[in-house]
């Protein structure tokens, strides 16, 4: 099993990395300068992109404002690419993307590409789609990752990552951004208590979830309508978290949190200065933890 987009529909791979596009290309004071993000996205796709009327349109026939999800996903990335880039100043130099799509980082990011190795994990065919693109692509990558395909919910991390040159007993940094809500709990916990295991003192992970929290009834109906369209896309949500099972979670997994913020933390670090409407909208959960 695996996936970006069924039939004409953008999986949420590319859904995610068309909005980072379109942020760069047309929004003042990007939270998170992705200029490789175009790169990645099919021809079709691109000139929709670069094309301020049709983004317009997009937006105004769009059945919510999506920019209210997309600020969370961004927001997000960056609050990752903070941390990576404190460890890096610590001399991490190995870099695991959990659920990378079509993340950037290691394409974009030349002035820490001869210090962290960039590993990237996910389903295989988003792989070949991100390699094909990336070979197609004008600008010189900063690096090209080690792609390490692994189904979440039928594989092992461990198992994927011994074929690589990643090193365990070395400290790294990891990421898991905008991918657990796609997957069972039992994935969820498995995966984390093997990271816990593959992390050796001094590393980091942060990730992302969505948190069972008291909603208004514009977000429940906002939720409901973003839940159908990627389930009709082929990729439904499947985990809703209580903050606090999740931190023991964390805990039975072999990770202690060090810092659990919210979509008003992300608001408070990234956005407050913007006047375009572009803010993290909907709940938001953010975690930083290492090893215990
Ligand atoms: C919403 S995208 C986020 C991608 C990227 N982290 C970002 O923020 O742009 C979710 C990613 O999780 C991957 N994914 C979902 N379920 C997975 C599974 N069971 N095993 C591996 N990858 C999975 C998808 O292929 C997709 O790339």
């Given at each position: 099993m695996a996936k970006t987009g069924k039939g004409e529909s953008l999986g949420t791979a590319e859904g995610a990395v068309l909005g980072r596009a379109t942020h760069?290309?047309?929004?003042?004071?990007?939270?998170?300068?992705?200029?490789?993000?175009?790169?990645?996205?099919?021809e079709a796709t691109q000139r929709e992109a670069r094309d301020v009327e049709?983004?317009?349109?997009?937006?105004?026939?769009?059945?919510?404002d999506f920019r209210l999800i997309l600020a969370v996903g961004i927001g997000s990335l960056r609050y990752a690419e903070d941390e990576v880039d404190r460890c890096v100043s610590e001399e991490i130099d190995q870099y695991v993307v959990l659920g990378a799509g079509f993340d950037t980082f290691a394409l974009r990011r030349h002035d820490v590409a001869n210090r962290l190795r960039v590993f990237e994990i996910d389903f295989s065919d988003v792989q070949a789609l991100k390699r094909e693109r990336i070979?197609?692509?004008?600008?010189?990558?900063?690096?090209?990752?080690?792609?390490?395909?692994?189904?979440?919910?039928?594989?092992?991390?461990?198992?994927?990552?011994?074929t690589s040159d990643f090193d365990s007993t070395k400290p790294s940094i990891w990421s898991w951004m905008n991918t657990i809500p796609y997957l069972t709990n039992e994935a969820t916990e498995k995966t984390l208590a093997e990271v816990a295991r593959l992390m050796a003192p001094g590393s980091r992970i942060v990730l992302n979830y969505q948190g069972k929290v008291p909603l208004t009834q514009a977000q429940i109906d906002y939720l409901k309508t973003l839940g159908d369209l990627v389930r009709e896309g082929g990729e439904p949500m499947k985990s809703l978290w209580e903050p606090d099972d999740f931190e023991t979670m964390l805990t039975r997994c072999g990770l202690q949190t060090i810092d659990h913020s919210t979509e008003a933390d992300l608001f408070e670090r990234y956005?407050?200065?913007?006047?375009d409407g572009m803010y993290p909208g909907m709940p938001a959960r953010l975690i930083t933890a290492r090893p215990a």
């Open positions: 760069t290309l047309h929004d003042e004071n990007p939270v998170l300068n992705d200029t490789w993000a175009i790169e990645l996205l099919g049709h983004q317009r349109r997009a937006r105004e026939s769009a059945p919510f070979e197609r692509a004008k600008p010189a990558p900063g690096q090209i990752p080690t792609f390490v395909p692994v189904d979440f919910e039928t594989m092992s991390i461990s198992e994927g990552l011994a956005f407050r200065d913007r006047t």
